[in-house]
Every structure is written in structure tokens, then in C-alpha cells.
């Protein structure tokens, strides 16, 4: 479990595609404690690190990852956002965030905002009902309040940390970010949907 606050950046040193999936590897030289097993969401999807070298680590994206994410277009050179997992006793500053993207929206706009910004994302409208607004979204990893929605988009207000310290300070319109809704919602739907329809 994660909590959508980015500890920094990592690059992307290498891509190899393999039969069914790819391997990434990641340099993130400020990233020493991780294990081989351990878990690190890169860009707010949770991966496992296959290798563990002085500098970064190296994990394996499946069929799956590759159809939901956007981790199948990095290409060398590409930065990052990183986090590694909720430790017990720590304090939760974001929302909780598992890592498990449900999907890619694209950046509509994004608009100068004092010294802040505020970006629009396009969704699909199936994503799109568990947005409320002054609700909490993961995009590329990062947590963030829903500031407006609409049918298939909404809006979020970025601070000045939030542009200096994440990739979304270099988003621009066209961009494909990866989502992740609030897991709440989609519980309370799932367990509501026999109920639909019925008089009690």
C-alpha cells in the first residue's frame, strides 16, 4: 500500500522487451534500501524489484501491466515518479493508494494558476463515476483532491512542490497519465450492485 506522496524521481536507463511483457530498469541512486522482492510503484503502479544493482533496480511488466498502463511507451531517458511502500506507524499524508492502476486518462489542459497550475484530465466515463469532487485520484502515482468533475473529465489543482517534485510539473495537453480512483468507491459499488433495483 502506497499514499500517492512521491519521495522522488527515477530514470529510465533501460526497456527490453520480452516474449509476453517488458523489463524496466529504473536508476534511482537515492532509492539504497531496496531489496530484490520488494515493492515500488513507479509512476503510481506497484512493481516488484526483480534485480537490485548500486543505482536502481530492475522489474518485469506483464500482458496486463503493459494494457493498463502507460509503462509500455517509456523509453530510456524517461523520468519517473517513485514511492515505496506504506511502513506500519507511519503517518498517512495522502489517501491509500494500492498501487493498482485502473486506468489511462489524458491531459486536456493545463492552466496557470498563481504559482500553481490546474490540469484537466480526460477519462473514460466508466472511471469517471468514482471522481467526486473534493475526493482523492492518484495520476502518475501522485494523490491529489478532486478540484471539479464532469461526465468524462476533472479538474485538480497543483502546488508549486507538487509541479518541482513530480513529472506532472512537465505534463502537457496530449499527455497520458495513469489513473487510479478511489478503491472506496468501487467497494461500495460492488457491494451495493444486488441491491440495485430492489424496493429496500
Known sequence: MFTGLVEGQGTIAAVHPQSG???LTVTAPWLDDVAE??????NGCCLTAAEVTGDGFTADLVAETLRRTTLGRLAPGDTVNLE???TAGARLGGH????HVDGVGEVLAVTPAGD????????????ARYVVEKGSIAIDGVSLTV???GPDRFTVALIPTTLAVTTLGAR???DQVQLEVDVVAKYVERLLTPYQGSAS
Open 172 to 174: 502537457r495537453p496530449g
Open 147 to 149: 478540484a471539479g468533475t
Open 21 to 23: 511483457g517488458t523489463r
Open 116 to 127: 500553481g497550475a490546474e490540469i484537466t484530465v480526460g477519462l473514460d466515463p466508466g472511471l
Open 37 to 42: 522482492g520488494d515493492s515500488v510503484a513507479v
Open 84 to 86: 515505496r511502500p506504506l
Open 96 to 99: 491509500i493508494v494500492q498501487g
